[in-house]
């Protein structure tokens, strides 16, 4: 799925279409990172996306804090699944 911000070109790769109402959702970034022969760390590319999907995995069911009440502050900040 994707979330879309007012005012903001990304398209945010998310789980499903609940995550908008999920405490566990943190929008940002992911820089993908490559290792070199030298051992330096090359700047890869970009993906918008949950970083916390990104970085942790989602959370099982029980552990993502879905709330109407989140759902509908996200909404009404401008946020929406598209």
Known sequence: MIIKQKNDKNKYS???INCLGCTCLTLGLYQHRGA???GSRNTGD???CCMTRAYHGCPD???RG???ELLKQRKSEGMKVG
Request: charged content about 15%; cysteine-free.
């Open 36 to 38: 070199t022969s030298s």
């Open 66 to 68: 879905y709330s109407v």
């Open 46 to 48: 970009y993906s918008a």
């Open 14 to 16: 998310v789980l499903n």
């Open 61 to 63: 069911v029980e552990k």
